[in-house]
Each structure stands twice: as structure tokens, then as C-alpha cells.
């Protein structure tokens, strides 16, 4: 009895909080709209590394390069991959000028790249 009693007491102070906190975020007021970047904002650089990410790597690439940012370029550092990942980045390289790949320095011995 006494430990249903307990979990009644907690249950009921858990939705307590949920209702405290929904109120709380009903009364929160909304953020402007941020103005878009003006033509001449400054030259961003996102910077990418990768290591055997064919698999992954066109999805990150999509997305960044549909920023609508004005003004940036990205540099995608190839580790040294063994998969597709040099051959996915090339063709990225080809259609969109904004990317630019790096072909990382061979690793000394016993070093692994990026975890």
C-alpha cells in the first residue's frame, strides 16, 4: 500500500512539472525573424573531414551546399579513404565550385586518422 501510495505521489509530481513547464512555454513570447545576411557578408568556411564516408558523405554535402547563406565555401579534408569517398568528392568538386577537397597527409605509423 504504502509504495503504491509512493508511486502515486511521484507520478503525480512529474505531471505537475509537465503542466508547470507547458505553461511556462505558452507564456514564452516568439523570436523575430532574423533578416537575411546582406550580398556582402563575410566569407565563410565550413571545413569537412572524412575517412572512408561514401556512404554518407553526398547526404552532409546536400545539405550544406543548400545553405542560404551568400557567401561561403567548403573544404572537405579526404584522410586517406579506402572506399568511394574520393570518387563521390570528386564529382561533387566538378558540378559546384563552392567545394574544395584536400587530400590528407599519409598518417605516421600507428596512427589511425579520424575515429
Known sequence: MFL?????LFTLLVAAAFVQDAVRLKRMPL?????????????VTLLIPARNEARNIARCLDGVLQQSYPNYNVVVVDDNSTDATPAILADYARRDGRLQVVQGAPLPPGWLGKC
Open 4 to 8: 503504491i501510495l509512493l508511486v502515486s
Open 31 to 43: 523570436l523575430d525573424r532574423l533578416a537575411p545576411p546582406p550580398p556582402d557578408a563575410p566569407l
